[in-house]
């Protein structure tokens, strides 16, 4: 196996765990790899920390994200993508350890089944050391009962995270992660991945141990801002795959988009609005679409639409 492989890792402020973690990626028992870290401003002694390790090892490579580039990690990602050079690309975060043949593993799947990507597991854990470690329990790889495809990932009857998958390069360059999201960037991501290619294959192994946090592990959000994020992404995407996707996969987005926008009070752009009423006619009728305007309107005015919501949800079935 001669392939470059493309480790990118955004990072910012972990100077005191990111050592961890290039630690993992230099015991790996494929050594054809080059690990791109972008630094996304961080103001501890990553830039320092970083050094050591370029002068260590030649494969490690440290750069910041462009001024012109948003802050955040999906930036972050996309420049890193640009500077690399490597045939198979794996996104990786900088809290996170590599098992010490994930890279080889995959790179073994790819060969053999001539997939487009194979997807791993991952397990959290508290402490590296520790014996203490936990399922995943917000990841559903449900690959036994659902088949890999664009579909099943969409209505995430199956998903997986973002440093899962080791990927071609060629289908990464046709895509990118949204600067624009803050959360919920690997749905969108893989929503496109998925679009492009179903080729992938499930490797039911654990080969990312990912860092629990306290914030992690607390409820950031309440119910509103969950609901109210959901809309934004789910529209996000789905504007993002329109012409290319299935009427059965824009159906699912719309009832999902429809279920939750009826809860918050957002207001969309007119080329948006116009979108979701005309496909909500569409796919389920005109009594969906006169309950939704009707809920709409009394989310509005009163802040309560219960009764309405509820019938709504139930057309759209």
Same mark, same amino acid.
């Given at each position: 196996? %001669?392939?470059?492989?493309?480790?990118?890792?955004?990072?910012?402020?972990?100077?005191?765990?990111?050592?961890?973690?290039?630690?993992?990626?230099?015991?790996?028992?494929?050594?054809?790899?080059?690990?791109?870290?972008?630094?996304?401003?961080?103001?501890?002694?990553? #830039?320092?920390?970083?050094?050591?390790?370029?002068? /260590?090892?030649?494969?490690?490579?440290?750069?910041?994200?462009? =001024?012109? !580039?948003?802050?955040?990690?999906?930036?972050?990602?996309?420049?890193?993508? &640009?500077?690399?050079?490597?045939?198979?690309?794996?996104?990786?975060?900088?809290?996170?350890? #590599?098992?010490?043949?994930?890279? &080889?593993?995959?790179?073994?799947?790819?060969? $053999?089944?001539?997939?487009?990507?194979?997807?791993?597991?991952?397990?959290?854990?508290?402490?590296?050391?520790?014996? &203490?470690?936990?399922?995943?329990?917000?990841?559903?790889?449900?690959?036994?009962?659902?088949?890999?495809?664009?579909?099943?990932?969409?209505?995430?009857?199956?998903?997986?995270?973002?440093?899962?998958?080791?990927?071609?390069? /060629?289908?990464?360059?046709?895509?990118?992660?949204?600067?624009?999201?803050?959360?919920?960037?690997?749905?969108?991501?893989?929503?496109?991945?998925?679009?492009?290619?179903?080729?992938?294959y499930f490797l039911n192994k654990f080969l990312t141990k990912r860092r629990l946090h306290d914030v992690s592990i607390k409820?950031?959000?309440?119910?509103? $801002?969950?609901?109210?994020?959901?809309?934004?992404?789910?529209?996000?995407?789905?504007?993002?795959?329109?012409? %290319?996707?299935?009427?059965?996969?824009? !159906?699912?987005?719309?009832a999902n988009i429809i279920k939750n926008i009826t809860r918050v009070n957002i207001i969309l752009k007119p080329k948006e609005?116009?979108?979701?009423?005309?496909?909500?006619?569409?796919?389920?009728?005109? =009594?969906?679409?006169?309950?939704? #305007?009707?809920? !709409?309107?009394? =989310?509005?005015?009163?802040?309560?639409? &219960?009764?309405? !919501?509820?019938?709504?949800?139930?057309?759209?079935?």
């Amino acid at each position: 196996m %001669k392939s470059l492989v493309s480790i990118i890792i955004p990072t910012y402020n972990r100077a005191h765990v990111i050592g961890e973690t290039l630690d993992s990626i230099l015991v790996q028992t494929y050594a054809n790899w080059e690990c791109i870290v972008v630094d996304d401003g961080s103001t501890d002694n990553t #830039m320092e920390f970083m050094k050591l390790y370029c002068e /260590k090892d030649t494969r490690f490579k440290y750069y910041h994200r462009p =001024k012109d !580039r948003p802050k955040g990690a999906n930036a972050c990602r996309n420049y890193g993508f &640009e500077l690399s050079n490597g045939d198979y690309i794996n996104f990786f975060d900088s809290d996170d350890l #590599m098992v010490f043949n994930k890279i &080889e593993l995959k790179l073994k799947v790819l060969y $053999e089944t001539k997939v487009d990507y194979v997807i791993s597991k991952t397990i959290d854990f508290n402490h590296p050391n520790s014996n &203490e470690v936990f399922s995943s329990t917000s990841t559903n790889y449900n690959f036994k009962t659902y088949p890999l495809n664009h579909y099943n990932y969409v209505c995430q009857s199956l998903n997986w995270l973002t440093p899962d998958a080791l990927i071609s390069s /060629k289908f990464v360059r046709q895509i990118r992660f949204n600067e624009k999201l803050f959360r919920g960037q690997e749905y969108n991501f893989y929503t496109k991945l998925t679009l492009l290619s179903e080729k992938g294959y499930f490797l039911n192994k654990f080969l990312t141990k990912r860092r629990l946090h306290d914030v992690s592990i607390k409820n950031q959000f309440t119910q509103y $801002e969950v609901d109210r994020y959901t809309v934004e992404l789910r529209v996000i995407t789905l504007l993002e795959i329109y012409d %290319k996707t299935s009427n059965e996969v824009k !159906r699912w987005f719309i009832a999902n988009i429809i279920k939750n926008i009826t809860r918050v009070n957002i207001i969309l752009k007119p080329k948006e609005e116009l979108l979701l009423i005309t496909d909500l006619y569409n796919f389920f009728g005109v =009594k969906s679409l006169m309950y939704y #305007m009707f809920s !709409r309107l009394l =989310k509005y005015i009163f802040g309560r639409n &219960e009764s309405v !919501r509820l019938r709504l949800k139930s057309s759209l079935k």
